[in-house]
């Protein structure tokens, strides 16, 4: 039922920074909590980051605490990932989930999914 779509990847250097976006259709947004998961090849899908709908409440991964920052705007649907401080590591696809009823860090209590957006970060 929902829709998500993301937007922003690319290439970009260690150190620096880069901004995803994830666009949300068909359900209601402002009720659905988002997250933000990635995955490199061969390796297993990571948490990343998730923000609740109400309340402020905020998660992320260990590996990327300090550097990358989550944020949503219910008015228009979007929730946004910054990314800073960028490293080789970090580099994979990076997808959009939303969960319907509980915020959760793990990947399967998420209940949509968008179709990744690539990251690369050279050295």
């Not at 061969?42 to 609740?52: N, P």
């Not at 300090?66 to 219910?74: L, P, Q, S, W, Y």
């Not at 949509?112 to 690369?120: E, S």
Request: aromatic share 10%.
């Amino acid at each position: 039922q929902v829709q998500l779509v993301e937007s922003g990847g690319g290439l970009v250097q260690a150190g620096g920074s880069l901004r995803l976006s994830c666009a949300a259709s068909g359900g209601t947004f402002s009720r659905l909590h988002m997250g933000w998961f990635r995955q490199a090849p061969g390796q297993e899908r990571e948490f990343v980051a998730a923000r609740s709908w109400t309340g402020g409440r905020t998660y992320y991964g260990d590996n990327v605490k300090g550097r990358f920052t989550i944020a949503r705007d219910n008015a228009k649907n979007t929730v946004a990932l910054q990314m800073n401080s960028l490293k080789p590591e970090d580099t994979a696809v990076y997808y959009c989930a939303a969960a319907r009823r509980d915020i959760t860090t793990v990947r399967h209590g998420y209940d949509y999914w968008g179709q990744g957006t690539q990251v690369t970060v050279s050295s």
